[in-house]
């Protein structure tokens, strides 16, 4: 599992500015530019500081500034101010100082937006990550494991660290689950209103090949209720795998099929079920990338 507290790209990822700094620092270092940040009225404001005018050349400093954050991807972030100045003192109010006098404290200034990323692909991201806090798809035939548990008969006393990091695995899912909700808004409810009579039938006639994972889950259904969830997370890491590469309409439609599936496995897991709970959120949260999936078709269509 990673370790997220060291992870200064995941950090920077998050929207965090310090670990965005630090990554601009470091892949900046070669071209002796150093860089400080604020997070101001939905702005971040970036200060590129060097020894000469000839290392602050506006057009590739912004460009290799761009091209990092592109790369970074920071989370509710898109426009950025990037600012230079011949290298001073450290200032804590740098900003206040500079936007008190800009002509004569800067040798210039150029504001860049950060392209969105795929919401799609977002959601897959999110959901991989969601599955490394959980555990992976490597569930047993005979007995469903634990999220995060390390099987250790040799030391008994680790038993409530089991159970701490089984617990901030579901609080991940959660967490997960509400950032999807919040992405994707009224989206999601305009999404409901689409066919499913009218998918089901291009899905049909368009492509066979999803027929064969999706028949041997239902065959699976006569199999014992505590199995559902295992085949449900498998069918859900198909249809992770597919969104990677899927272009056209007719993959969509079969990436929303396959999510569907799942959440519909997940629904019948019965309360005696020692990862009920989970099951529950896996319902919720496999839907709404069915219905996602269900959009980018209607996209791709277009």
Same mark, same amino acid.
Request: glycine share 2%.
């Given at each position: ?8 790209? /995941? ?96 040798? /210039? ?53 089991? +159970? ?13 689950? /509400? %950032? ?52 449900? %997370? ?24 396959? /999510? ?34 269900? +959009? ?7």
């Amino acid at each position: 599992m990673v370790d997220r507290i060291n992870d200064i790209a /995941w950090q920077a990822h998050q929207g965090s500015v310090a670990a965005i700094i630090q990554l601009l620092n470091e892949k900046l270092a070669k071209s002796g530019v150093r860089t400080r940040a604020i997070f101001s009225d939905g702005i971040l404001q970036i200060l590129c500081e060097a020894a000469s005018v000839e290392q602050l050349e506006q057009s590739p400093v912004v460009a290799e500034i761009q091209q990092i954050l592109d790369s970074i991807a920071p989370r509710h972030i898109r426009r950025v101010n990037i600012n230079s100045r011949i290298v001073r003192e450290q200032q804590l109010l740098w900003l206040k100082e500079i936007d008190s006098d800009r002509e004569n404290q800067l040798l /210039w200034s150029q504001e860049i937006t950060l392209i969105q990323p795929n919401i799609i692909k977002q959601l897959i991201k999110d959901f991989t990550e969601a599955q490394a806090g959980l555990g992976k798809s490597n569930f047993p035939k005979t007995q469903v494991s634990r999220p995060l548990v390390l099987v250790n008969k040799e030391k008994p006393k680790n038993q409530p660290n089991k +159970k701490i990091l089984a617990a901030v695995g579901l609080c991940s899912l959660l967490l997960l689950s /509400w %950032v999807v909700y919040a992405q994707l808004g009224n989206n999601l409810k305009s999404l409901m209103q689409f066919q499913t009579s009218k998918s089901l039938t291009t899905e049909n006639t368009s492509n066979r090949k999803v027929q064969t994972p999706l028949s041997s889950a239902k065959n699976n259904l006569s199999a014992p209720s505590d199995d559902q969830f295992a085949i449900a %997370v498998r069918i859900a890491n198909l249809a992770s795998a597919s969104g990677k590469t899927a272009t056209a309409s007719t993959q969509w439609l079969e990436i929303a099929a396959k /999510w569907q599936r799942a959440s519909d496995l997940m629904s019948t897991v019965p309360q005696k079920h020692s990862r009920y709970q989970e099951a529950k959120i896996r319902t919720q949260l496999y839907k709404k990338y069915s219905e996602a999936a269900q +959009k980018e078709a209607d996209k791709s269509k277009s």
